[in-house]
């Protein structure tokens, strides 16, 4: 940080306030959770009001069309506040300005927009608040100057439960994929700083953390330390202290038996796969370039069933991309039915410029929404059915905040990621209990509190 602008800005901070919003991914919640510890560092305040706030931001993500058609909206109500406010600072950053159409863009169509930055320049934020303070122009920069190992400092999203970045950065090239080019090319974090974290996080009374990376399962690969994802997480796993130990995104053309022995392994490596798949066709998928068969797929799931009987697996299904015909998405429907899904992320295709499907013909939007309920009909009795299987049984739960429509009521997670609802008093937040599970949904469990650890 530039010492000499804070001590020429120290007062300027005072009684300030920010507001962060954040779209997309766990990545970019992290980030946001670095950008918000900047911000309180200057001296910055957080507000829930986004229109009070001094300091307004949106974190970005492009991923589909109508994450960038939301921020837009959102940018575009605070034209009016910027006019009425003009000291107060608007910034953009993340996904979509790593990309130069997004970025001129907002550059072009939101003069009220003060402050642009990328997703590898976080560390510069300070820097860049105090150019603008000092030119009163327009700072945009989109540089990198991330250093690959550092110990960020980060407000992680309660005191229980943190993100820790392994990697950045995708190499897959998914074709429909804009990841790639928003964050760049992969980059494995050396092992004893992810390790130095999670000790930092766990003697400091973290009980769960969640691995993240866009496909964890290639970690080390370019890297000069001959360290696997597996052996990155029998490693971590096995620090003292560690209650839950969660990781995501895997990609299922590099799930090994290794990583299932790992987790195997140890109690408190959550008994949870998320494993895109995508589609269920082999046509389709080779035109995705995800580089994993249908049967693959299956065999997969069926590795992870029969040494973890009791694992919970999760997934992501795209409908409608150009190249899926009816036949092609009976094969995903066939795949949802032979695996069992306990939860779904189900998306519409959505062409992304610069990737290599935005040029392919797209399907008609009738046929798409109609594959998209018949994919969900498929889906949800399933996930019924899943969670109804829980009910009679006793499972532990990190309680990790109080419902939103019921004060007397806690939500938490079980290890398998199953969302529970039990009545419990707010003290408990953060601790890990015992419920047994009396009812559930499509989407919940519910049950009564037995044991407090
Ligand atoms: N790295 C992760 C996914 C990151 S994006 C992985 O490979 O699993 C999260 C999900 O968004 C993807 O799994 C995919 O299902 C969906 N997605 C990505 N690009 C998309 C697009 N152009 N249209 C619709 N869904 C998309
Ligand atoms: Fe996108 Fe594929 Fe990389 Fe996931 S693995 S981020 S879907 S390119
Ligand atoms: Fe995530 Fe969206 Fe970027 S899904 S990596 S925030 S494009």
């Known amino acids: 940080?530039?010492?000499?602008?804070?001590?020429?800005?120290?007062?300027?901070?005072?009684?300030?306030?920010?507001?962060?919003?954040?779209?997309?991914?766990?990545?970019?919640?992290?980030?946001?959770?670095?950008?918000?510890?900047?911000?309180?560092?200057?001296?910055?305040?957080?507000?829930?009001?986004?229109?009070?706030?001094?300091?307004?931001?949106?974190?970005?993500?492009?991923?589909?069309?109508?994450?960038?058609?939301?921020?837009?909206?959102?940018?575009?109500?605070?034209?009016?506040?910027?006019?009425?406010?003009?000291?107060?600072?608007?910034?953009?950053?993340?996904?979509?300005?790593?990309?130069?159409?997004?970025?001129?863009?907002?550059?072009?169509?939101?003069?009220?927009?003060?402050?642009?930055?990328?997703?590898?320049?976080?560390?510069?934020?300070?820097?860049?608040?105090?150019?603008?303070?000092?030119?009163?122009?327009?700072?945009?920069?989109?540089?990198?100057?991330?250093?690959?190992?550092?110990?960020?400092?980060?407000?992680?999203?309660?005191?229980?439960?943190?993100?820790?970045?392994?990697?950045?950065?995708?190499?897959?090239?998914?074709?429909?994929?804009?990841?790639?080019q928003a964050r760049g090319r992969e980059e494995s974090r050396r092992p004893s700083n992810i390790i130095e974290e999670v000790e930092y996080l766990v003697a400091n009374g973290y009980k769960e953390i969640t691995l993240l990376g866009q496909n964890v399962n290639s970690y080390g690969n370019k890297s000069d330390f001959n360290v696997t994802f597996p052996q990155l997480l029998d490693k971590i796993a096995s620090i003292d202290g560690l209650e839950r130990l969660r990781f995501t995104t895997s990609h299922p053309k590099d799930l090994s038996k290794d990583l299932i022995k790992v987790m195997k392994n140890h109690d408190n490596i959550c008994k949870y796969f998320h494993l895109p798949l995508q589609s269920g066709s082999d046509k389709v998928l080779k035109d995705m370039n995800r580089r994993y068969t249908q049967k693959d797929y299956i065999e997969k799931v069926k590795m992870l069933r029969e040494e973890i009987p009791e694992i919970a697996i999760s997934t992501d299904i795209i409908v409608g991309f150009p190249t899926e015909t009816e036949e092609d998405f009976l094969e995903t429907l066939n795949v949802c039915r032979k695996v069992g899904f306990d939860y779904a992320f189900t998306f519409i295709y959505s062409p992304r410029p610069k990737t290599k499907a935005y040029k392919l013909a797209t399907i008609d939007k009738d046929i798409v929404q109609d594959r998209f309920q018949r994919l969900l009909d498929e889906l949800y009795p399933t996930f019924y059915e899943k969670n109804k299987a829980y009910i009679g049984t006793r499972h532990k739960v990190l309680l990790e905040s109080v419902s939103k429509n019921d004060p007397d009521v806690l939500t938490g997670r079980t290890d398998t990621n199953k969302l529970v609802h039990v009545k419990a008093s707010k003290s408990l937040v953060g601790k890990i209990v015992e419920v047994d599970i009396k009812e559930n949904t499509s989407f919940t469990i519910t049950g009564d509190l037995v044991k407090i650890y």
């Open 1 to 180: 940080m530039n010492l000499k602008a804070l001590e020429k800005y120290k007062d300027y901070f005072k009684g300030k306030t920010y507001n962060v919003t954040t779209f997309g991914c766990q990545m970019n919640e992290h980030d946001s959770e670095r950008i918000s510890y900047l911000l309180e560092d200057l001296g910055y305040k957080h507000t829930d009001i986004r229109e009070e706030a001094d300091f307004i931001l949106f974190n970005t993500c492009l991923v589909r069309e109508n994450a960038e058609l939301k921020l837009v909206g959102q940018i575009s109500s605070l034209k009016k506040i910027k006019q009425a406010h003009p000291e107060k600072i608007i910034a953009v950053s993340g996904c979509m300005m790593q990309t130069s159409t997004a970025r001129e863009m907002i550059e072009k169509n939101h003069k009220e927009v003060d402050i642009i930055f990328g997703t590898k320049n976080i560390n510069s934020l300070q820097n860049l608040i105090f150019k603008y303070l000092e030119t009163g122009e327009r700072v945009v920069d989109v540089s990198t100057d991330l250093v690959k190992d550092d110990f960020v400092k980060y407000n992680s999203k309660n005191n229980f439960q943190a993100y820790v970045n392994i990697m950045r950065g995708c190499d897959n090239f998914c074709s429909y994929c804009i990841v790639p």
